[in-house]
């Protein structure tokens, strides 16, 4: 048996990826955009910020809410020199603010160490077991959070797991805008995780409602009144971000 597993593990090399931080997605992925305003016309703005269909795109000056974003490429395939996405996945931030991306943007910056709470660094440092909730999602974001304990990402060899209930859980990552049936399951479900809790939001529809923002079938009320602690953007979130975004959370250490 053992030779078996090690002809397998000869054949098929490494699978996990070694280094989140450094590892390269490939294209059509989308990352952190980068913007230039330079030849951008008062007309030619308009048109670029009427293509966005989650009103993501501000003017003057020009700027880009990942928070908002839903990674379709229209604004990059008709503007190409106003609007290109990189393959930097180090888009998570404790910082909703964080996630606007201007012209000056080089890299997000991911944690501000002024709002993360003591806790997180002192209790989840090492181990953090996260219960899920699907609050209207689409299924993609969930997907891609599956595939974070797969082989290749294998998030649980840095202590991150998901478990299936929330009395085991350390703190809730939310998918989905939160619909009016899903808005009271949601506070239960977060109630029932033992405190200290962390709240995450991942992808678009979390963090801002996405294509479904302002519609009257949403209830989301409740993240008014709990504390923030990650968004990770995404239409899904790659894993990649996912977990790069949860690390860079909890191993953060004060200078
Ligand atoms: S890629 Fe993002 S910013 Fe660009 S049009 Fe689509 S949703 Fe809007």
Redesign the pocket.
């Known amino acids: 048996m053992l030779i078996e597993d090690i002809k397998i593990w000869l054949h098929q090399g490494q699978q996990f990826i070694k280094d989140i931080d450094k590892a390269q997605v490939p294209a059509p992925f989308?990352g952190r955009p980068i913007l230039s305003q330079q030849g951008l016309s008062a007309e030619m703005g308009e048109e670029l910020k009427n293509?966005?269909?989650?009103e993501?795109?501000e003017l003057n000056p020009l700027s880009?809410d990942l928070g908002?974003?839903?990674?379709?490429?229209?604004?990059?395939q008709y503007y190409p020199q106003h609007?290109q996405f990189s393959n930097d996945h180090h888009i998570g931030s404790n910082s909703r603010q964080a996630l606007i991306v201007n012209t000056e943007t080089t890299a997000i910056k991911q944690i501000y160490p002024e709002i993360i709470r003591k806790e997180i660094q002192n209790i989840f440092g090492r181990s953090l077991k996260l219960r899920q909730i699907s609050a209207a999602g689409d299924n993609s974001h969930e997907a891609e959070l599956n595939a974070c304990g797969n082989v290749n990402f294998d998030m649980g060899r840095f202590g991150v797991e998901f478990v299936a209930s929330p009395r085991h859980a350390d703190g809730i990552v939310i998918t989905g805008p939160i619909s009016e049936n899903m808005a009271l399951a949601t506070k239960i479900c977060y109630e029932a995780v033992p405190k200290p809790s962390i709240v995450v939001l991942c992808g678009a529809d979390a963090i801002s409602g996405g294509i479904f923002a302002g519609s009257g079938a949403l209830q989301r009320k409740f993240l008014e009144e709990v504390p923030i602690d990650l968004y990770v953007p995404g239409n899904p979130a790659h894993p990649l971000t996912f977990i790069q975004a949860i690390l860079a959370l909890i191993r953060y250490k004060n200078e």
């Open positions: 989308r293509l966005c269909p989650t993501a795109i880009l908002k974003c839903v990674f379709c490429g229209e604004c990059a609007i």
